[in-house]
């Protein structure tokens, strides 16, 4: 599931592969997938404009709508948002040939386009999304859109007294409320574990109770976790060997000391830890 080292790494696949180039036409292949908009209001919102700036907060990213250069004085056309739900993710193709896809794994099936931008230089930008709970719509502007959601500081980019203090004001089990948007945004389950597997902290203790000397660890790991993510463009095979989340399969072993992993839901999510190591 893309959770932001993921997302941060569509971003910048954007970025690199879908700015600036005039959109021709746009398909929707399936609109169940549009949110609060449809295939002819996306025509006209995107047909003659070009994709011009990203911005990404948590797991959410927008594309800004601009003007071609040659007619800077139209007014702003708002934004497309983009939410990659539980398989979500993008490619770029030319000539009918996958060029690449967001993970750079050129192995991941090209099936599951539900929406395609056709470019003027000739390329196609595809969204994907196998199990439909992703969606892609427009808004008007930006703040609004990341205020409505009530998301917290970005948790590439929260500050450590931020962190801290909204952990220490926290009622509940630490790992739901690292996973909770409005506490930081962008840390879902699997990075959720790893950063506390890493801090050497129980997923089930008491978030306010964790000492300030524990509570800044855990604000390092988080970042610190993300920012390897973030790195490696979210290619896990490629995080180093002491990460657990290589071991996310039932015979899981502690990869620091060869400890069974205990597989136990909190906060309604499948959480794997080390209970020796994890106190
Ligand atoms: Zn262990």
Same mark, same amino acid.
């Given at each position: 599931m893309p959770e932001l080292p993921e997302v941060e790494t569509f971003r910048r696949f954007t970025e690199r592969y879908a700015l600036h180039s005039p959109v021709t036409d746009i398909r929707v292949f399936?609109?169940?997938?549009?949110?609060?908009?449809?295939e002819a209001a996306l025509q006209e919102a995107l047909t003659g404009r070009c994709l011009g700036e990203t911005r990404r907060v948590g797991k959410h990213l927008l594309v800004k709508i601009a003007p071609l250069p040659k007619i800077e004085s139209e007014p702003q056309a708002g934004w497309l948002f983009l939410h990659f739900g539980m398989t979500g993710y993008l490619s770029f193709e030319r000539d009918g040939q996958t060029v690449v896809n967001a993970y750079g794994n050129?192995?991941?099936?090209?099936?599951?386009?539900r929406v395609q931008l056709v470019l003027a230089d000739g390329g196609l930008f595809n969204f994907h999304e196998q199990r439909m709970f992703g969606k892609l719509g427009l808004t008007a502007d930006a703040d609004r859109y990341f205020e409505a959601r009530k998301l917290g500081p970005d948790a590439l980019n929260v500050d450590r007294e931020t962190f801290v203090t909204a952990l220490q004001k926290r009622k509940g089990q630490l790992k739901p409320a690292l996973m909770d948007q409005s506490l930081v945004a962008g840390v879902g389950n699997v990075y959720a574990d790893e950063a506390l597997y890493q801090s050497g902290l @129980?997923?089930?203790?008491?978030?306010?109770?964790?000492s300030a000397k524990e509570a800044k660890a855990l604000h390092q790991q988080v970042v610190d976790v993300l920012q390897r993510t973030v790195d490696v463009a979210?290619?896990?095979?490629?995080?180093?060997? @002491?990460?657990?989340? @290589?071991?996310? @399969?039932?015979?899981?072993?502690?990869?620091?000391?060869?400890h069974p992993l205990h597989i136990a839901p909190f906060g309604g999510r499948t959480t794997y830890f080390c209970s020796v190591c994890q106190a």
């Open positions: 399936r609109p169940k997938i549009l949110e609060n908009t449809t050129p192995a991941l099936p090209q099936a599951h386009i @129980h997923p089930g203790r008491q978030a306010c109770g964790l979210a290619d896990r095979d490629h995080l180093p060997a @002491h990460y657990m989340l @290589h071991q996310r @399969h039932p015979k899981a072993v502690c990869p620091k000391a060869g």
